[in-house]
């Protein structure tokens, strides 16, 4: 199969990318599920962009760079906030149905309000804004001349010769043949890698799969250390991690202990809104000090009807586990729910592989720094997915300039593997996802990081390799090479900072690196 660009993944980055660049010329965008199926479709809470009467793009530059806790790389930021509201303007005229206000103007988009905002700019189609974007994009695509669609095709990896990336291999799962498809431009949009922690928001594909691929095609890669545990995920004995928005603390919920104290003002001025990463530390903290499995969300304070007009995919949810969000508090942990780090990119959204773009989740491009502010990942998604585009139709001819900074390589596993004694996959990855929310999680220290490496290469060794290529063995391989970048990351960045909080090193750095860059040995 030959085409001019090539798309893996088929969330919001995925389809923006397919849908400017089928201007310039033919598309494939191969996603390993059904069509919708990603990241964006769950998405609760929203967009933010700089849309409000009272707002500016220099406000939400600010809070931006405020929550990204001085790691923030500023022209990427000004990148995003400056052409966020061009861009959700496109997404409309695609056909997005975001909410809007009947008073005081019947058009004007009504706007929420979550953790680190200084205004309410999340624009939100109640709360599931991206299942919306995610109709609208794909009903944009469906009857598209130039763009063609392939479900259940998984992406092994990067077509690479000489350097050059020219495609990718993918397993079709339906006829579990491997097919080569050609392009002149790839992009990664393969969204994150959640599951290498045993209780996160993400759904299951978020598997870590571009990250394994750019990387084994020897793409560079920053910032794994920022990992953002979102601090309310419903707990529940029979519930899957399910996400409960920060939206809902945006209309006035608040976090209390089981014994009613509301403990998040004791934390931060801001409280119930400050940044993630503060939020989730004092759930963190709070639960280790008192022994609690969970604390509350307490709701109940605000009119019944609004709450389930504005927030009925929580509402149903919970009800269906036997609470009514109405009427009682609902039980919250902190999951793993965004990564900050990924594959880096410039302001053209190149990696440094030839011909290999990235955009959305799988990139570090520096927008978030060492902490995401809520709801700005759509928005980075959408922007940096139409720069790609323009990019890619006037010029293919280099792959970004190297990110200053040192870039270090991952060490050699040294265990070897043992014949004897192979796992199943399923096993295999169940460890896996336990070593890294044990020891790599909210509050680390060197020694549990150490030994998370050392038990991911023993590991590693224990998984019996199939004959023939697999989805679970592909993604496996993924999730290792996530993991192992993770722990790295964390092991070479001796401070503690945004959401990378380390015991031995509790303060932050007076002149920090702006980037912690691996890349594979040569
Ligand atoms: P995804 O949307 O995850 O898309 C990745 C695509 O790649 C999928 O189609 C997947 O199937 C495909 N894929 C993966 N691996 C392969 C492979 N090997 N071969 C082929 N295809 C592959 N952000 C906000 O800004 N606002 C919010 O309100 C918000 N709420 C969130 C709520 C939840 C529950 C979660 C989990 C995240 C939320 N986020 C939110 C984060 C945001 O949704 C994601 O960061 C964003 O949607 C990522 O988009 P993406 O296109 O990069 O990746
Ligand atoms: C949420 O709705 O709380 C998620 C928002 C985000 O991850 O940006």
Not at 269 to 282: C, E, K, N, Q, T
Not at 334 to 355: E, F, I, K, M, S
Request: proline residues 5%; contains cysteine.
């Amino acid at each position: 199969m030959e085409y001019n660009y090539l798309v893996l993944g088929s969330g919001i980055a995925g389809l923006t990318f397919a849908l400017h660049a089928s201007a310039h010329g033919t598309v494939a965008i191969i996603t390993k599920k059904q069509r919708s199926e990603s990241n964006t479709n769950y998405a609760q809470g929203g967009i933010a962009a700089a849309v409000g009467q009272d707002d500016s793009w220099e406000l939400h530059l600010q809070d931006t760079l405020i929550a990204g806790a001085g790691l923030c790389y500023q022209p990427a930021v000004e990148t995003l906030v400056k052409n966020g509201p061009r861009l959700v303007n496109w997404l409309i005229a695609m056909g997005t149905d975001f909410d809007r206000n009947i008073e005081p103007k019947e058009t004007a988009l009504s706007l929420g309000r979550e953790g680190g905002h200084g205004r309410n700019r999340i624009i939100h189609s109640k709360d599931r804004t991206g299942s919306e974007i995610e109709r609208a994009l794909l009903r944009a695509i469906r009857s598209h001349p130039r763009i063609q669609i392939w479900e259940h095709f998984h992406a092994l990896d990067l077509l690479m010769e000489d350097g050059v990336c020219h495609g990718a291999l993918a397993l079709d799962t339906a006829t579990n043949d491997v097919l080569t498809i050609r392009a002149g431009a790839v992009m990664l949009a393969t969204g994150g890698s959640g599951q290498v922690y045993q209780h996160t928001t993400n759904p299951p594909i978020a598997t870590g799969d571009g990250l394994g691929m750019a990387w084994r095609a020897g793409a560079v890669i920053a910032n794994m250390e920022f990992i953002q545990f979102h601090p309310t995920s419903l707990y529940h004995p029979e519930a899957r991690s399910f996400l409960i928005s920060e939206a809902v603390r945006g209309e006035g919920a608040v976090l209390k202990r089981l014994d009613g104290h509301h403990f998040m003002a004791d934390y931060d001025s801001r409280a119930d809104l400050a940044p993630r990463d503060i939020v989730a530390r004092a759930i963190d903290f709070e639960l280790k000090r008192t022994g609690d499995p969970y604390v509350l969300l307490d709701m109940t304070h605000l009119p019944a009807e609004k709450t389930r007009a504005r927030f009925p995919t929580i509402y149903e949810h919970c009800l269906r586990f036997g609470i009514d969000i109405t009427s009682e508090p609902i039980p919250v942990v902190p999951a793993a729910h965004y990564v900050c780090g990924g594959v880096w990119t410039d302001l053209d959204a190149r990696t440094t592989v030839q011909n290999l773009y990235a955009c959305g989740e799988v990139t570090c491009t520096g927008v978030h720094g060492a902490n995401r502010l809520a709801s700005n990942s759509l928005l980075e998604a959408l922007v940096f997915a139409e720069r790609a585009a323009i990019h890619a139709a006037v010029s293919l001819d280099e792959p970004a300039p190297l990110p200053p900074g040192v870039c270090k390589t991952l060490p050699q596993c040294a265990a070897e593997r043992n014949q004897d004694e192979f796992r199943s996959l399923q096993a295999v990855r169940e460890s896996l996802q336990k070593v890294m929310w044990e020891q790599v999680g909210i509050a680390r220290t060197q020694d549990r990081l150490k030994q998370a490496m050392e038990q991911l290469c023993s590991l590693e060794t224990q998984a019996a390799v199939p004959a023939e290529p697999s989805v679970e063995h592909s993604e496996l391989q993924n999730l290792f090479c996530a993991a192992r970048l993770i722990t790295q990351s964390a092991l070479l960045r001796k401070e503690s900072r945004g959401l990378h909080y380390v015991l031995d090193y509790p303060e932050p750095m007076e002149k920090p690196p702006l980037w912690t860059l691996l890349k594979k040995e040569p």
